[in-house]
């Protein structure tokens, strides 16, 4: 009954003080909304960024030809390097290469598919069968092109799924014909990706069948492979090593800027994760510097509380009231005001966040912002913890209050 008379006073002596409580209040609550707020944006941001990563596979490295800038072995500088199948071979020899695949766009890229009365032009491609670990292609029906199909030059495809109910509706795809450029080619499976709509509207063939049905030679225009488990230094080693090989095999410098370009997209994700780490780090720094303005915020207001309560504190003290339970009563009243405003700006913080969320168009800014929970937990505690402490100062005060001199300022 005691702890219970204790708590009831703490509440009445709040209520009493409405306008003081409610300041109180605001400042803490506002300090974790504000972090809150800007952890979910830099969360937000961070989706974004990792969703350009989302359609291929991050262990990959992506090589394109292109031309010559320094002479070498008397080859003037300027000449165009051109890959070819014997590159795949090549490259797919190298330790630490996964799958690998080679890319041969049809010029123009995008094509008019026909199949009966119907015909829409579609980005169609011709790879290898590592091409489906590189995209990370889904197959949602059929099967995806296999070695076989690139030995015998089979004209099979496998399209994306908006494509089949564009031509078939809800009808089974699977060996229906389209026509490409004149040629029929066989439909052996359909696939979604996660990468988004643009990823579905392809069309992928075998590539050797593409290279000899329009007179490409052999060519190959991108080259791609992955790296399984490497590390990143490991992938950058592996990266020099397929760059010497190419140079050596095209006749260029292995130092050449411009004869190949490559993207090694382990890499390029490792600097967005180092990137977003020091943003994260910034933001809790602006986060935590608003939340100990919101903290002295605290004191401050139960200073002033105690320097008003004089008397009352004085009273106390002549009727028993030890040093302990007077810094007990302080600091429960700011827990009670903390927590409660905290807490209050914790659940106003995801609220808007979730609200923001489900309003927000597409946009390639800020995808899905949402704060992990446990860390706003983690954050409010600490918020309590140093209100707590920013409370000794006036509580210790408060406990060092004569009653002789307090009754006498009455």
């Known amino acids: 009954m005691l702890i219970l008379d204790r708590w009831i006073e703490i509440f009445e002596t709040l ?4 306008l003081r409580t409610a300041l109180t209040g605001l400042s803490v609550g506002w300090g974790i909304l504000m972090l809150i707020i800007l952890l979910g944006a830099g969360q937000g941001l961070q989706n974004q960024a990792e969703t350009n990563f989302k359609d291929d596979a991050v262990n990959s490295i992506w090589i394109r030809p292109g031309r010559a800038a320094l002479p070498f072995k008397g080859l003037r500088p300027g000449r165009k390097i051109r890959f070819t199948n014997a590159e795949i071979d090549a490259v797919r020899r190298v330790p630490g290469v996964e799958h690998i695949t080679g890319r041969f766009y049809l010029r123009g890229e995008e094509y008019t598919v026909t199949h009966g009365a119907k015909n829409a032009s579609f980005d169609v491609r011709a790879v290898n069968p590592g091409h489906q670990y590189i995209e990370k292609t889904i197959i949602t029906s059929g099967r995806y092109i296999n070695e076989t199909d690139i030995d015998e030059h089979r004209k099979v495809a496998v399209i ?4 089949s109910e564009f031509f078939f509706g809800s ?7 389209l026509t490409i450029r004149g040629i029929q080619y066989k439909i052996i499976g359909t696939f979604t990706d996660e990468g988004g709509e643009g990823e579905l509207q392809k069309i992928f063939l075998p590539i050797t069948t593409a290279q000899r049905a329009y007179n490409a030679h052999g060519e190959v225009h991108h080259l791609m492979f992955s790296v399984g488990h490497a590390s990143l230094q490991r992938s950058e080693a592996i990266e020099r090593r397929v760059v010497s090989l190419l140079a050596q095999r095209l006749n260029f410098a292995d130092s050449d800027p411009r004869a190949v370009r490559v993207r090694n997209n382990l890499k390029e994700y490792s600097k967005v994760k180092r990137i977003f ?3 994260r780090t910034f933001l809790w720094i602006v986060g935590i510097g608003t939340i100990t303005a919101s903290v002295i915020g605290v004191s401050n207001i139960l ?10 504190i004085g009273v106390r003290k ?3 009231a030890t040093p302990i ?14 927590g409660l405003a905290g807490y209050l700006g914790l659940v106003t913080g995801v609220g808007l966040l979730e609200l923001f969320n489900h309003f927000l168009p597409n946009n390639e800014y800020i995808v899905n912002p949402e704060v992990d929970l446990g860390v706003a937990l983690i954050a409010l505690g600490m918020l309590v913890i140093a209100a707590m402490l920013a409370g000794l100062v006036p509580a210790m005060r408060a406990a060092r209050v004569s009653p002789i001199v307090a009754l006498r300022n009455e």
């Open 15 to 18: 209520r009493r003080n409405k």
């Open 303 to 312: 200073l002033i509380s105690v320097a008003e309560r004089t008397v009352e």
């Open 325 to 338: 339970s007077i810094v007990s009563m302080i600091l429960k009243e700011a827990l009670v005001v903390t």
């Open 160 to 163: 994306g799924n908006p494509i």
């Open 318 to 320: 002549a009727l028993g």
């Open 171 to 177: 009808a089974d795809p699977i060996g229906q014909y």
């Open 277 to 279: 780490s020091i943003i």
